[in-house]
Structure formats: structure tokens, C-alpha cells
């Protein structure tokens, strides 16, 4: 039996270890905010936070998630006002909407490292994120948003 | 700033939560947006119909069926065009609104389900949901409107000339005396809806949200909080998941198959050969065989184990370096001449100069981010499906005839789509998430294309080669221009052996042609298509507008000029004309006498896009300004990119503009959005995306191999630039689709003067490499 917790939730699964996390969530925790994209980890679509940090759900087993604590777009915030989900509202980002919570989850991650990112910064840890429909350069001015409207950087 | 905030899009009011209400629905069209209603007319019983009435089922703008208001005053409006990222559940709804004098803040948006008897055509591609649908969206919300004043006057005993509707009520303007919405719905749901000139359309000096880009997304709470439902989102209770294994061929069949070690996969419940299709295919599915399981992970780990031996057929012979050069052949021979003006041949003769070039593009995918999906029930014999789908009314009837079903039997549940681009208009996916649940004795079936799955069974938009030749006089005037287009046709799809471009393919900036030059003719060479030939965003335009605007560049080069002065030259006086085709002139379904080629307003859009781009500025070694225009969807751009080429020949694109002229904009903020994306799929298209096929097969399996511009590779600054409408009157051009052609030339064009090599062959991926 795997153990762990879904944002904030315990949870548990007596199934194939090798399943990935993607599957998981979306098939019987029924959290399908965290989208399938390429299966590959090659679209970033599936971006979860495992202990805090970024990952691919669709790369990461149920075996590597056993213990651990894992937070989806469903639990990023309480009332869904992160700064990034407040600056992706502002800025209208989402064209199709797709890929946004993947684009979301990496992005806080990218804040929580780097609290006043650089143009060179999210080049680096956001390149991993594909949108089909082309928002990178609203996405790029929301992470800038939310990083300038959060006191010391965003949480 | 990283995009344009422009001064006429102030920051977007908080949105609407999208969220149901407990208020009974008493309101306009209580009972469910029932049936309607009168067909449009459209005059003489055989006179040509256009625009929105050319469509199947044509339009509806009858109040009763897309407006309902509940007592507490919220206002319903459905929507009947798929979302896939346009902003259509957001503009059209906020035409309605407007119209309406609602308060956007109580405005809910309810997705239509499939049923173009109800709610007319529900095609959502060919950029034409606003342009079809602005009047009649327009028009609902006034007849609306005006049913709610002759409500409010009843009830107030007064004349109704002296009531007028502002801001979700109806005010009595001598008295000063108000009725809410909420309280006059009953009573105006029993009024019949205004027609003709009884519909008083807002003068638009009063428009509150109509061209004021103030109105945030309806689904962006949910967006943002992964709570929007896609197609591949959908649950319900003992719902199974399912892959199919498709022939890697197209037509492809399976010879045999054993599934003996797949139904070991512990969660797979079911492994069913499903039949294939013979051509032409159209909409059908491919057949292969399907894994049906308790989840998709293991209903994908099913699919591994499968052992099949497949019959790859005839199309087994297409690999595409022997495809292009037989393209490039039939390029160089004479081909159907499709336009023709003057003397072309003897004009070249004579000319003191020809310059000659041809252009290859390849396929590409669309490779929406949420995979083509669908999930389907069978209960007592009735179809329900829901799905991510641009034309539910072709879902409704294709599924009904698969399973030998009447089509009202069969449900169209539309959800958001994660991403269309045309591949989302062939809705073959629902056939087979029916198919698969009729296996499983009617249980819900969710049926996922994996992404492998997309890119190696998908529609392709068509590879061309597309043959140039210029006659220049002794000053390098252009005098000659002949162009042939050689590319297999999506009509493949629907009628079998089709080896000819259709008029919707070749009036896709072939033969409507802008330029002034005495002698002219366009030509069409035979392609044979080996595998799924289907629209993606812009169609042909892309492989038109690629050579065409490309080729101008080479004859500003080859003349010593400035390619724009020599663009602008080309096209010459302004005027507006009909092309003299040898078949019927397409023009995307408009009426000729409202939309001709206007080459004024294509010149326009070049000046506008050059002067914001600051075209002619000196650039640094290794930098270079590139310039292109097309007419698409009735629809005028032009774009300017800036590239900076390293001595490795790496290139990047810190900057691209793009101006547009496409009549009034109704939402210009989902009009810059729709721009600043084609933009990035621009820079994707001209850089890196390449479908190629060995063997029949698709080489590019997921997306380490089939690529897209990414943030690092997309232009750190975009600029839309909306040209100045004449107003609401003049017709209105498409938006999603226009903005994607005149990017790639426009790059490649900006490579050429950063280092005076000529890119003729897309994507440029690392042509310029050492």
C-alpha cells in the first residue's frame, strides 16, 4: 500500500508502483487539473509539486511519490489567489487554457527559487512548458507581475 | 513591457465566476433552448448565399433560443461555438450582452450542446465565428432587450417609447421609475421576440464592452485553477479508459493480431479489432485495434503488449525526400492554369531578366496540447457523448451512422477544447469512443489519443513546392509573374483520387493574388496524397504566402531594392477587384460585391507594420529586418521580424510586429491575444516544425522530435498593431487564422538580409549551421 498525501489530503493506492503519478491523479484521485501533454516529459503539462518541488507527473511512479507530499493546481492556493493565478487572470495569459496549470505550477516553483526572476531566468525554467497557443509572452510578463506585486518575492 | 498593453485595452475587469445558480430558469427561452425557428432568408429561392447563410443550417439570432434571465436577474447566454482558445465563449456572449444592456457581472455563459437545428452552424474553424455571427449576436441581444422594455412598460402602464434598458433595467426615463431584469423576465419571456426592423440595434457610440477589450476570460477562475473541463477531463460513475493501436500507414489494415499478453496488464478489461475505412475517409476512423481498461495507464500498457501484424498497403511507397522531388517535378511542367491574365510566356520572353525560384514546405501537425479525446455512453439505444470538438454537428451525425442510430438519439456534449487548429473539426475521435463503448455494452468509454498517437495518425496540413518565375524589364520592373502551386489536397479526403488543389485551397492566396503586373498566370500541378491531408490553421495560405512573399524579397535582392518598396510596387494602385479564376472565386464564402481584394488596404497594413517596426533602420552585422503581407479570411496583415543570426548560424527572434486590418474589433484584446499566439506558431512553423514520412510511416513521434517554439525560442517582444476601422458597418475579416501566413516569410526574409542566405525550404532548423 502507497501512502502519501494530495494537497494536504491523505491518500493511498494498491495498485502497479510503476504507475505514474499523471495517471493517478487524474484517473482515480479525480484531480484533472494536472493535464496530460506528451507523456515524455518533453510539454510540462502534468507540473506538479512533489515536497515543494517542480515535477512531471507523467515521469514520476507512485513509487517515487510514496511518503510524499504532493500539491496540484487544485491545492496551489485556497481560494485560487496565488499572485501567479491572480497575474494570469489580470493579464488574460490563457488562450485555449490547456497548459496553464502546468505553466502555473512550474512558474511558482520558478518564484520560490528565484523570487525576482530575469528574463534569462525564466528562459531557463519555463522552456520545459509547451503552449500551443502561444501565451509566452503574456506568461512571461504574469510571472513578472506576480513577482513585483509580492512582498519579498512570492510564496 | 513584454507585449503590448495597449492604451485602448485598459486592465481587464475581474471575470464573472462561471458558476451555476440556484434560480429557477424562467427567462426567455425557459425549456431548454428549444426548438426555433425560421430559417434566414436569403432573398431569391436560388440566389448565391454567403457568409453565415452559406453555412449548413445557416445562422439563428432568435433571443428565445440563446438568451435566458432568471429571477435574480443573471443572464444566460448561450454559446454555440466551440472554445479552443479564440475567446468565443467569452466575445460573442459579450456581444449579446451589450445589445442587452446587461451587466457583464451577471452574464453567465452556457455551452450550447450539438444541434445545428436549434442553434444553426456550429463549425467552429475558418475564422468565422465573429465574422458570421457578430449581426445575429448583435441582434439577440437587442431583440432581447426590446422584449424586456415592452415587458417593463406593461408592467409600468406607461408608452414603451419612454422606457429604455440601461444597465440590467429598464427605466421609465420621465418618471425615473426602474424594473430590474430578474423581475421582468416571466413577463417578457411570454412577449414574442422582435424581427426585422423591429429590432433596435445600440447606436455604437453607446457599445459598453463591444471594442473595448475590457471584459476578462468567463473560464479564467476555472483556467487558473485547474477546474475547467476539457475532453479529457470528463467523469462519470464505472467510467472505462481505452487507447486504440492504429495502422502505422494510412489505410493500413491488420493482418492479425494477439492479445493474449496485453489482457494480462492487470486494470485491461478488453481488446476489440475495430474495423478501418476504405477511401475516401473523410471524418472515419482509422480502425486498429482497442484496448479498453480500468485506467489509462493501463490501457496504454495493454496497447504495448499487443502482438499485430498490419498490412501496410499502398501507402507504404510515401517517404518524403523522394515525394518532394516528385513535387518539384511536376513544379517545373506546365499545370492547369487556374488564373491567367495577358501573355505570361511571351512576356518572360521578352523580359531582360527572369529570375526563378521554387519553395518546399512540409507538413505539420497540430498537435493541440490536450490530444484528440472523447467519451461515449450508450444507454437504451441513445448516444451521449461529450467532447472537445469544433464541429459537434458532424460528431452528432457521423457517430449516429456508425451506429445505425437515428441522429436524435445522439447527444453532443461540448467541452472545452484544449486546443483545435483545425484538427478538432474531424471529429473521427468520437466515432471510435462510441464504437468503444457499444463494445463494452454501453458502459462510458474515455477514448485518449496518446501524443504519439497524434502526431503518427493525424491530419496533416499539406506539404507543397510552390514554382516562382519573374520577367524583369531592363530598369527591374517586374513585367512577368508566373507562380504554380503543386501540393496534395485535402479534397483526397472526400473524393478519392483527388490529385488537384480545390478553389478553397488555391483561394487561399494563390489565385487571389494582389499584384499589378501586366502579364500573370497561376497553374496547378497533380499531387497524390498518401496520407490524411487536413486543414490546420491558415490552410494553404502558409505555402502560398511562404513562396509569394519570400520570392518578393529575392526580386528586391536581385533588383537592389528595399523589399518592401518593392512589395508595395507589386501591388500597386489601389483598387478593389474580383480575380478572373477559371473556376468560381472562392473568397472564403463572401459575398464579392462586400469583400474584392482591396490593395489599398493591404498596402496599408504594410506601411503600418513598417513604420511601428521601424522599418529601414540601420541594422547591427548578423541582424536583419524581414517583411511579408497576405489576404487571408478576408483579412489584411503584414509583419516585420528581427532576427539576429550568430556566427554558429543560430538564430533567434528578439522581436516580431504585426499589424492587421480585419474591420472593426469587437474584442481587440482576443484579437491581440489570437495574434500574439499565431505569431509564436509562426516562429515555430519557420523554425523547427518539419513532419516527414519514411516509408508511409511519420518519423516525428512526440514532441523531442516534432518541435514547437518554446519560451527561450519565442520573440521576447511581440506587437500587434490593429489598424483604424471604418466602423460596425463595414464588413467584418477573420481573426484566429490570418496572422500565422506572413510570419515565416517575414523571418525567413529577416535571415536573408542578417546574411545574405536565402532560406527556401521550411522550417530553416539549422540550414544556416556550419
Redesign the interface.
Known amino acids: 500500500m502507497i501512502k502519501l498525501k494530495i494537497n494536504g489530503k491523505d491518500a493511498s493506492f494498491d495498485g502497479d508502483p510503476q504507475m505514474p503519478l499523471l495517471w493517478y491523479l487524474r484517473d482515480i484521485a479525480g484531480a484533472t487539473g494536472t493535464k496530460y501533454g506528451c507523456g515524455i516529459a518533453a510539454c510540462g503539462a502534468c507540473t506538479v509539486h512533489l515536497d515543494g518541488g517542480a515535477v512531471r507527473a507523467c515521469q514520476t511512479t507512485l513509487g517515487d511519490a510514496a511518503g510524499k507530499s504532493i500539491t496540484t493546481i487544485e491545492g496551489l492556493s485556497a481560494d485560487g489567489n496565488h499572485p501567479l493565478q491572480v497575474a494570469w487572470r489580470e493579464l488574460n495569459v490563457a488562450q485555449c487554457g490547456y497548459c496553464q496549470a502546468g505553466q502555473i505550477m512550474n512558474a511558482a516553483a520558478l518564484l520560490k527559487e528565484k523570487p525576482k526572476p530575469t528574463d534569462e531566468d525564466i528562459d531557463a525554467l519555463m522552456s520545459g512548458n509547451l503552449c500551443r497557443c502561444g501565451t509566452y509572452p503574456r506568461i512571461r510578463a504574469a510571472i513578472k507581475q506576480a513577482a513585483a506585486n509580492t512582498k519579498g518575492g512570492a510564496q | 513591457?513584454?507585449?503590448d498593453r495597449p492604451k485602448d485595452t485598459p486592465?481587464?475587469l475581474?471575470?464573472i465566476s462561471n458558476v451555476s445558480r440556484r434560480a429557477v430558469m424562467l427567462g426567455l427561452g425557459a425549456g431548454a433552448f428549444v426548438l426555433a425557428i425560421d430559417m434566414p432568408k436569403v432573398g431569391a429561392e436560388d440566389a448565391p448565399k454567403y457568409a453565415g447563410d452559406s453555412m449548413a443550417n445557416g445562422l439563428r439570432d432568435d433571443p428565445k433560443i440563446f438568451v435566458s434571465i432568471s429571477e435574480d436577474g443573471t443572464v444566460s447566454v448561450l454559446c454555440h461555438r466551440s472554445?479552443?482558445?479564440?475567446?468565443v465563449r467569452t466575445s460573442l456572449p459579450m456581444v449579446v450582452a451589450d445589445e442587452l444592456e446587461a451587466d457583464w457581472a451577471k452574464v453567465k455563459v452556457v455551452q450550447a450542446k450539438g444541434d445545428e437545428t436549434v442553434v444553426g452552424n456550429q463549425d467552429t474553424d475558418g475564422s468565422r465565428s465573429m465574422r458570421h455571427h457578430f449581426m445575429a449576436m448583435r441582434r439577440i441581444g437587442a431583440g432581447a432587450r426590446g422584449m424586456l422594455e415592452a415587458a417593463a412598460a406593461a408592467a409600468m402602464g406607461v408608452p414603451v417609447a419612454e422606457c429604455e434598458a440601461v444597465n440590467h433595467e429598464v427605466v421609465h426615463k420621465p418618471s425615473g421609475k426602474k424594473m430590474g431584469y430578474g423581475a421582468l423576465a416571466k413577463a417578457a419571456a411570454a412577449l414574442p421576440a422582435p424581427t426585422g426592423d423591429a429590432i433596435k440595434l445600440k447606436d455604437p457610440a453607446k457599445f459598453r464592452y463591444i471594442g473595448k477589450g475590457n471584459i476578462?476570460?468567463v473560464?479564467?477562475?476555472d483556467?487558473?485553477?485547474?477546474?475547467?473541463?476539457?475532453g479529457?477531463?470528463v467523469?462519470m460513475d464505472g467510467m472505462l479508459?481505452a487507447v486504440i493501436a492504429r495502422p502505422p500507414v494510412y489505410l493500413g489494415k491488420v493482418t492479425k493480431f494477439d492479445a493474449a499478453e496485453a489482457l494480462k496488464v492487470?486494470?485491461v478489461l478488453k481488446v476489440v479489432e475495430l474495423a478501418g475505412p476504405a477511401a475516401p475517409t473523410e471524418f472515419q476512423n482509422l480502425g486498429g485495434i482497442g484496448v479498453i481498461a480500468t485506467?489509462?495507464?493501463a490501457a496504454?500498457k495493454g496497447r504495448e503488449k499487443l502482438n499485430i501484424t498490419w498490412d501496410n498497403g499502398a501507402n507504404a511507397v510515401y517517404t518524403t525526400a523522394t515525394y518532394r522531388k516528385g513535387m518539384e517535378e511536376a513544379a517545373r511542367k506546365p499545370g492547369k492554369v487556374v488564373r491567367e491574365q495577358g501573355d505570361v510566356d511571351a512576356a518572360l520572353k521578352k523580359a531582360a531578366k527572369v529570375i526563378e525560384a521554387d519553395y518546399y514546405i512540409p507538413h505539420v501537425s497540430?498537435?493541440?496540447?490536450?490530444?484528440p479525446c472523447a467519451v461515449a455512453k450508450i444507454d437504451g439505444g441513445k448516444c451521449e457523448v461529450w467532447t472537445s470538438v469544433q464541429s459537434p454537428q458532424a460528431a452528432k451525425d457521423r457517430v449516429s451512422k456508425r451506429l445505425g442510430i437515428p441522429i436524435t438519439d445522439v447527444t453532443i456534449n461540448v467541452t472545452?477544447?484544449?486546443?483545435?487548429?483545425g484538427r478538432k473539426s474531424k471529429p473521427d475521435f468520437a466515432i471510435e469512443a462510441a464504437l468503444l463503448s457499444k463494445e463494452m455494452g454501453g458502459k462510458p468509454v474515455k477514448l485518449?489519443w496518446?501524443?504519439e498517437d497524434d502526431l503518427i495518425n493525424g491530419y496533416l496540413n499539406t506539404t507543397a513546392v510552390e514554382h516562382l518565375e519573374a520577367g524583369l524589364d531592363d530598369k527591374g520592373k517586374v513585367i512577368a509573374w508566373k507562380h504554380r502551386s503543386v501540393a496534395p489536397t485535402l479534397f483526397s479526403l472526400f473524393v478519392k483520387d483527388s490529385k488537384n488543389e480545390s478553389t478553397l485551397e488555391m483561394g487561399m492566396g494563390l489565385v487571389d493574388n494582389p499584384f499589378e503586373i501586366p502579364d500573370m498566370r497561376w497553374e496547378n500541378g497533380e499531387a497524390t496524397a498518401h496520407t490524411r491531408i487536413g486543414w490546420f490553421r491558415s490552410v494553404t495560405n502558409l505555402p502560398h504566402a511562404f513562396a509569394i512573399q519570400s520570392f518578393v524579397s529575392e526580386i528586391a535582392a536581385a533588383t537592389g531594392r528595399d523589399p518592401k518598396d518593392v512589395l508595395l510596387e507589386l501591388i500597386g494602385s489601389d483598387r478593389k477587384f474580383v480575380p478572373k479564376t477559371a473556376e468560381p472565386w472562392w473568397n472564403y464564402n463572401e459575398n464579392p460585391d462586400l469583400y474584392q481584394v482591396n490593395t489599398a488596404r493591404l498596402k496599408k497594413v504594410i506601411e503600418t507594420v513598417a513604420k511601428e517596426a521601424n522599418w529601414g533602420r540601420k541594422m547591427p552585422a548578423g541582424s536583419g529586418l524581414g517583411i511579408a503581407a497576405h489576404r487571408a479570411f478576408v483579412t489584411y496583415t503584414a509583419a516585420v521580424a528581427q532576427v539576429e543570426v550568430s556566427k554558429d548560424g543560430s538564430i533567434k527572434i528578439p522581436r516580431v510586429d504585426l499589424a492587421i486590418d480585419c474591420g472593426a474589433h469587437i474584442n481587440p484584446?482576443r484579437i491581440r491575444?489570437?495574434l500574439?499566439?499565431?505569431?509564436?506558431?509562426g516562429v515555430g512553423i519557420a523554425m523547427l516544425s518539419n513532419i516527414s514520412f519514411k516509408d508511409g510511416v511519420v518519423q516525428q513521434t512526440?514532441?523531442?522530435t516534432y518541435e514547437?517554439?518554446?519560451?527561450?525560442?519565442?520573440?521576447?517582444?511581440?506587437h500587434i498593431h490593429l489598424v483604424p476601422s471604418t466602423g460596425y458597418d463595414a464588413p467584418l475579416g477573420g481573426v484566429g487564422e490570418p496572422g500565422l501566413p506572413p510570419v515565416a516569410p517575414a523571418i525567413v526574409n529577416a535571415v536573408y538580409a542578417a546574411t545574405g542566405k536565402r532560406i527556401r525550404a521550411l522550417p530553416i532548423g539549422n540550414q544556416l549551421g556550419s
Open positions: 513591457m513584454i507585449f486592465a481587464a475581474p471575470a472554445e479552443m482558445g479564440q475567446g476578462g476570460l473560464d479564467n477562475m483556467i487558473t485553477t485547474g477546474k475547467a473541463i476539457y479529457l477531463d467523469r479508459y492487470p486494470g485506467n489509462t495507464w496504454i497540430h498537435v493541440s496540447m490536450e490530444p472545452l477544447l484544449g486546443g483545435g487548429f485518449m496518446t501524443r484584446e491575444s489570437q500574439e499566439g499565431a505569431v509564436v506558431q512526440n514532441f523531442d514547437l517554439a518554446r519560451m527561450d525560442s519565442a520573440p521576447k517582444e511581440v
